[in-house]
């Protein structure tokens, strides 16, 4: 077995052997195989796809590169949700200490925001303190002590993915259903987690706008966790419009707070209260979906879920109470309102501009490596679907002395359409 033989054969339309994948797999984490010899392979698989099987096996080589935690005398289960990301996507945040809440132990391996899209680890750490990088060690005591890990991947901890990772970004291949499926499930499986909750972002805001692409990525992702015994439920939900109303870091942590304390946008705990069900049916706590979903809905309107992720911050490192500091108080912002170009009822042509206009004012990244602004963002006043004037408030604009203030403006120009009739999508629109 050689190198070229394996990429060759995926070159010419073949399926690889497991044999093959762990041979490829094992040396490119070495090192033995140089980035040009990973590239074409992985351009083979971006052109030829890849059978369920050979997914699998290709998964499960990426996994084993690594450690894989496993969690013993927790004494409750364990669960997790991943989300393909979009404009103002939080439901992390609220999430994770609403189920935990519910006795539900939560392992949850998260990632940094790049080009449009924010990232919850990026989020996170508009906290003064909160550290999301945690040891092997540390992870454990937070699911023992606290029923919570909100962390990044470590070096140890699916290498082979993030290995690849980089090549895809830098060589134009991350858009392929089964090397997307791949990296998402095997970190989500090396993290410990016994079952999965997949939210499938649709339309203009999300990574995979469109809802068939999502659904085949949705059945990728289900066909790994099936060759792995790990019970996963899929909900498609919608991107084409901002979630919630703040968009930017410490914006969106302080509308987290507010679902905690059961308030806040009802777009946003319909999500948490939702996705939050299906993670307590399948770690056996509920039996029925909406007495698990008034559970979740429970813990937002008692304190209890506010309480578990003030637990959260002080064992990462904050303190619960300081949620931002002069970096990222948005009161140390300049700010600027956005208002209606016309009369008639507010809908959006391309929820990415929005995502894009934030990281024009600096509270995004273009490469990873930027520096983000944690204090700027928009705050929106109307949602889509609201009946509005020509001058009206849209949203307030937080920026930096104008730094990339024109651009946002034009951006968000681009992203709103003020039409005569609209026909709303449904926040959910499929569960698989």
């Given at each position: ?65 690594g ?13 997790d ?33 790049l ?18 990088q945690?040891?092997e ?11 919570v ?31 997307i ?90 999500l ?20 698990a ?14 309480a578990?992720?003030e ?5 990462q ?16 912002t ?39 602004d944690?204090?700027?963002g ?55």
């Amino acid at each position: 077995m050689d190198v070229r033989g394996v990429v060759s054969t995926k070159r010419d339309g073949g399926v690889l052997s497991r044999e093959e994948i762990e041979f490829f797999l094992t040396r490119y984490v070495a090192g033995e195989v140089p980035d040009y010899q990973a590239s074409a392979l992985l351009m083979a698989i971006y052109i030829h796809g890849m059978q369920p099987d050979e997914l699998g096996d290709w998964t499960r080589a990426m996994l084993q590169s690594g450690r894989v935690v496993k969690f013993e005398g927790l004494g409750r289960p364990t669960s997790d949700k991943h989300s393909t990301g979009g404009v103002g996507d939080k439901v992390s945040i609220p999430l994770a200490p609403a189920v935990a809440a519910c006795g539900v132990a939560i392992p949850m391996i998260s990632g940094r925001g790049l080009g449009h899209t924010g990232g919850t680890l990026d989020k996170l750490e508009s906290i003064p303190g909160f550290s999301t990088q945690l040891d092997e060690s540390a992870f454990q005591r937070a699911m023992e002590t606290v029923g919570v890990a909100l962390a990044g991947q470590t070096d140890d901890l699916v290498p082979a993915d993030r290995k690849l990772y980089a090549l895809r970004d830098v060589t134009g291949l991350v858009s392929s259903i089964p090397l997307i499926a791949s990296s998402i499930m095997s970190k989500k499986l090396a993290e410990g987690t016994e079952s999965l909750v997949l939210d499938i972002k649709y339309g203009s805001g999300a990574f995979i706008p469109d809802v068939a692409q999502g659904r085949e990525l949705a059945k990728a992702m289900m066909d790994i966790a099936a060759s792995m015994n790990v019970p996963v439920r899929v909900l498609q939900t919608a991107m084409d419009r901002p979630l919630g109303c703040a968009v930017g870091h410490t914006l969106e942590i302080l509308e987290s707070l507010e679902c905690l304390r059961g308030e806040g946008p009802a777009d946003l705990r319909e999500l948490v209260c939702e996705l939050g069900a299906q993670m307590l049916c399948m770690a056996g706590v509920e039996s029925e979906s909406e007495a698990a979903k008034a559970r979740v809905a429970q813990t937002l309107d008692d304190g209890s879920a506010f309480a578990k992720f003030e637990d959260i911050t002080r064992n990462q490192g904050g303190q619960p109470g300081t949620w931002f500091n002069a970096q990222g108080d948005p009161d140390l912002t300049t700010t600027e309102t956005f208002l209606a170009p016309a009369s008639g009822i507010l809908s959006y042509r391309d929820v990415r501009e929005v995502g894009l206009a934030l990281c024009a004012l600096g509270g995004g990244r273009v490469q990873l490596d930027d520096k983000i602004d944690f204090g700027v963002g928009f705050r929106f006043q109307r949602e889509a679907g609201d009946t509005v004037s020509a001058g009206d408030p849209l949203c307030t604009i937080y920026h930096r002395a104008g730094r990339g203030l024109d651009e946002a403006r034009a951006r968000l120009t681009q992203a709103i359409e003020i039409v005569t009739e609209y026909k709303p999508q449904p926040l959910i629109i499929a569960r698989m």
